[in-house]
């Protein structure tokens, strides 16, 4: 196995005992265990829909790096319920904010994270071409994707109860759902701009032509 082979699989393994050690940090003494599995069920799929796919379409560094780091927004968010994480109570007083805002950094992420992978896969399987279509596409594909949570949410809402208040995280809020979608919004045309550049040098290392 040469250098280059060794990195990866060391990284690999990297990815899965940050996830491992996060997940178990998450699953100690939980705010509410039913929120808990709602917030890290995405996480847990995206995970073994990885595994599933390891050998046969295998993702650029860079989308597993975001990916691990959606999982791990989620994990937080799951652990404490996104309406109390901590560190964003601390910092309300801060900037004059009157909620907890974390999940807006959830919701930032539900775009800003897919479009990448949405992004390779549109490329590897040459779906569109040129960036036009492409990009077009991505951003509606992560605000559709945003507006589907957002049902689920709802139908949990309706099926659970009070129970779901944690999940909902609405915190009274009354345009909570159009700033959610609108956050993700803004995260999928963020990443667009600031990796497009990197995320192409990843997929050329591939031996992925990204012009086709």
């Not at 009274?172 to 497009?196: E, K, N």
Request: aromatic letters at 16%; one cysteine or more; charged letters at 15%.
């Amino acid at each position: 196995m040469n250098d280059r082979a060794t990195r990866k699989t060391i990284g690999y393994w990297l990815w899965a005992v940050i996830f491992t050690l996060t997940l178990a940090w998450s699953l100690y003494h939980p705010k509410d265990l039913f929120t808990w599995f709602l917030e890290t069920l995405p996480a847990l799929i995206g995970a073994a829909i990885l595994i599933k796919t390891y050998h046969n379409f295998r993702l650029t560094r860079l989308s597993y790096q975001l990916i691990l780091v959606h999982c791990i927004i989620l994990m937080i968010g799951a652990h404490y319920t996104y309406a109390e994480v901590p560190l964003f109570d601390t910092i309300r007083p801060w900037f004059g904010f009157e909620r907890n805002n974390y999940d807006k950094v959830g919701h930032f992420a539900q775009g800003f994270i897919p479009a990448i992978v949405c992004r390779e896969i549109v490329i590897r399987q040459q779906v569109f071409n040129g960036d036009q279509w492409r990009n077009f596409f991505t951003v509606c594909f992560c605000l559709g994707f945003s507006a589907f949570y957002e049902l689920i949410e709802w139908g949990v809402a309706l099926g659970a109860g009070i129970s779901a208040e944690a999940f909902l995280g609405t915190q009274g809020y009354a345009w909570d759902t159009q700033s959610d979608m609108g956050f993700a919004l803004i995260g999928a045309i963020a990443a667009l701009v600031l990796l497009a550049a990197l995320h192409d040098r990843q997929l050329s290392a591939l031996g992925v032509d990204q012009n086709k």
